[in-house]
């Protein structure tokens, strides 16, 4: 396959000087007009299973209020994971939650390869490029990576409103648990996933290994599937992602 994609991400919002670069691997829905919609419904690839519902409106308005730079990834998870490293065993699934994918059964290496090179590895490349200039600068970075997750999993209700993701450097993820618990909000740590060195791409690659200070959140979709929902997010962390820094450069001296 030949075709020549439009651009795979989407840059949102603008750097306000603030130390955080919002991240969004699963924000998009889009498919490559050759896929042929995946031989999926509209429908079905609107479900969860095809991205992270409402998490495109609480990250644009997070970076509005920020303000800060949002990187979007404009492709449906079901064309490539961009939260999987290429070649993983879920990077492009041949079933997710009951729905089988049609295009992506019995794919070839060639097929494979085009969705990394198109997809996969410039929305990453312009997320690093991101990180390496303002690293350039002498500047603090943190990485925020957001997510969505469904309410209702394998007919097994999820109680938590949101969750954080964390694994070789918790820090950052323990002030935002209990800044959110102070908010009267149910909050897992590590659900309704943990973060692990392989289930995980963009924080083990951005933030873990270039020793990045980082946040992985997920936000239950029932809360965020509609505006008012997703403003009430955006203001929420809006206000606490820079309360949560704070503390952590008091905690561990480090520079604002
Ligand atoms: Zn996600």
């Not at 896929?35 to 495109?56: F, M, Q, T, V």
């Not at 065993?89 to 090179?117: F, H, K, Y």
């Not at 980082?214 to 505006?227: C, N, V």
């Amino acid at each position: 396959m030949t075709e020549i994609l439009a651009e795979s991400f989407k840059v949102y919002g603008q750097d306000g000087g603030g130390p955080f670069v919002l991240v969004s691997d699963h924000a998009g829905q889009a498919v490559p007009p050759t896929l042929d919609g995946l031989g999926l419904s509209a429908d079905e690839r609107a479900r969860h299973i095809g991205w992270d519902i409402g998490i495109d409106g609480v990250g644009r308005k997070l970076a509005d209020a920020l303000p800060a730079v949002l990187i979007e990834q404009v492709y449906s998870r079901l064309v490539i994971d961009c939260n999987r490293a290429p070649g993983h065993p879920t990077s492009i699934v041949t079933q997710s939650d009951g729905t089988a994918v049609p295009r992506n059964q019995s794919l070839s290496m060639q097929d494979r390869a085009w969705r990394e090179q198109a997809i996969l590895h410039p929305y990453h490349q312009r997320i690093t490029q991101e990180l390496d200039a303002r690293l350039a600068q002498k500047r603090a970075v943190v990485v925020v990576a957001l997510h969505s997750f469904t309410p209702v999993m394998r007919e097994v209700a999820r109680p938590w409103h949101v969750g954080l993701l964390h694994n070789h450097d918790s820090r950052l993820a323990h002030i935002m648990i209990d800044l959110l618990r102070a908010e009267g909000l149910v909050v897992g740590d590590n659900e309704p996933y943990a973060l692990t060195d392989t289930s995980d791409y963009t924080i083990p690659l951005h933030g873990e290994q270039r020793a990045l200070p980082h946040i992985e959140i997920e936000i239950r979709q029932d809360l965020i599937a509609h505006p008012e929902g997703q403003a009430e997010w955006a203001a929420r962390l809006a206000s606490l992602l820079p309360q949560a820094w704070r503390i952590f450069c008091t905690r561990y001296e480090q520079r604002p």
